[in-house]
């Protein structure tokens, strides 16, 4: 059986990833009373007299939702909360796996932006942080803009910023390792949605010198009216020498290829066409702008891709623990573009400098250790921030 068939059949026999265990016993008659009722009066009336006990008093100090539309399932499209139940579920193992962090998968069955929201907004006094996951831009946008407004908890779109803090990580020891520096580096993004957009402004925060982005339409420049607000946005930051024209035009002398877009786009020419050391990141799923071996005989110096079979895995499982993990440990009311930085950094800095190599520019997916250094470098960056404002 190939890997879908397998997943498949083991899908059938778990009948779904996750279950909810009692953290509490009952055995007797006191333990009934102590977990349900009469005892459990008493923890109800002191949230009620204050709400911020609730993170002492139940589990919502170590709970997240994770939640979908199911509008941009993977590589899927839009086939709907219920049939995108196995990634959330997914997720939430990858949550308790690797951050110790609770999570619970949520469908929301409508594609109204404000309904979605509303719906986000009534739930989440249950969480102490919400997880936006497979929703199509650029309706994302809307939906985390909003929500990061009326809520006091922490809101992260991982298809955008988990994306982009792996993507920034990968890149700073990349660049390291080509000799080369951030303020002087060409990036060019293939892919003009919510995880591209996002990699792109974080980038940008990280200090690249020159973006470029390429669309279905080709090079986002200054030029074009733009319907989508988001490539109006990125057309006014990205692009400084206002290049036009399309994919092959964008890499030519550029130092960085990010792929968020489709199979086999990226040609051995292209790659050729960039300059000295050029470092690819073609991670399409499963298949690749340009797959790991052709990028390498075409003349790329680092190659990361989003597949485990291949060096250089870029994969959000090394975000997206750590920093609910961090965020919830100092009860932090959002996660801020500094504690993405800093979780960036944090990724980056667990590839020393004398393992550091071409095939070994980010650590493993499956390093559990990562989520704890992650979770540290956000917690640390709230509290610092917190601090500092009230000083």
């Not at 009469?38 to 911020?52: R, T």
């Not at 986000?120 to 249950?126: A, H, P, R």
């Not at 939906?143 to 991982?158: M, T, Y």
Request: net charge negative.
């Amino acid at each position: 059986m190939d890997i879908k068939e397998q997943a498949l059949k083991k899908h059938y026999d778990w009948q779904g990833k996750i279950e909810v265990v009692s953290r509490a016993p009952i055995e007797t008659r006191e333990d009934l009373s102590l977990a349900y009722t009469p005892g459990v009066a008493q923890p109800c009336l002191e949230i009620a007299e204050n709400p911020e006990l609730s993170y002492k008093l139940t589990r919502r100090s170590n709970l997240v939702a994770v939640i979908t539309d199911g509008t941009a399932v993977l590589g899927l499209g839009d086939i709907g909360g219920l049939a995108g139940m196995p990634v959330m579920e997914g997720k939430c193992c990858l949550f308790k796996e690797f951050g110790g962090v609770d999570a619970f998968p949520l469908c929301v069955k409508s594609k109204d932006p404000d309904e979605i929201v509303r719906t986000i907004e009534l739930i989440s006094d249950s969480f102490g942080g919400i997880n936006l996951e497979d929703i199509s831009a650029p309706r994302c946008f809307e939906i985390e803009a909003k929500l990061k407004e009326r809520l006091d908890i922490p809101v992260f779109h991982d298809d955008q910023h988990g994306t982009a803090i792996v993507v920034g990580a990968a890149l700073m020891n990349a660049v390291k390792l080509a000799g080369k520096k951030l303020a002087d580096i060409t990036v060019v993004i293939n892919g003009a949605g919510s995880a591209g957009i996002a990699i792109g402004k974080f980038l940008l925060k990280l200090g690249i010198g020159n973006l470029i982005m390429v669309d279905i339409g080709g090079i986002i420049n200054r030029d074009e009216a733009y319907d989508n607000p988001a490539h109006a946005e990125m057309s006014k930051i990205t692009n400084k020498n206002n290049v036009k024209g399309g994919l092959a035009d964008a890499m030519r002398g550029a130092d960085v290829f990010v792929g968020v877009s489709k199979p086999n786009l990226v040609t051995p020419e292209m790659v050729k066409s960039m300059a000295d050391k050029p470092v690819l990141f073609p991670m399409a799923n499963p298949n690749p702008e340009i797959t790991y071996d052709l990028a390498k005989e075409s003349g790329a110096f680092i190659v990361g891709t989003g597949r485990s079979d291949y060096p250089n895995q870029i994969n959000n499982v090394l975000v997206f623990p750590g920093v609910f993990k961090g965020a919830l440990s100092v009860r932090a009311k959002a996660i801020t573009e500094e504690m993405k930085l800093a979780a960036a950094h944090a990724i980056a800095a667990l590839v020393t400098d004398d393992k550091l190599a071409v095939d070994y520019i980010i650590p493993s997916a499956l390093d559990k250790s990562v989520a704890a250094a992650v979770a540290k470098a956000v917690a640390d960056e709230w509290t610092r921030t917190e601090h500092s404002q009230n000083t």
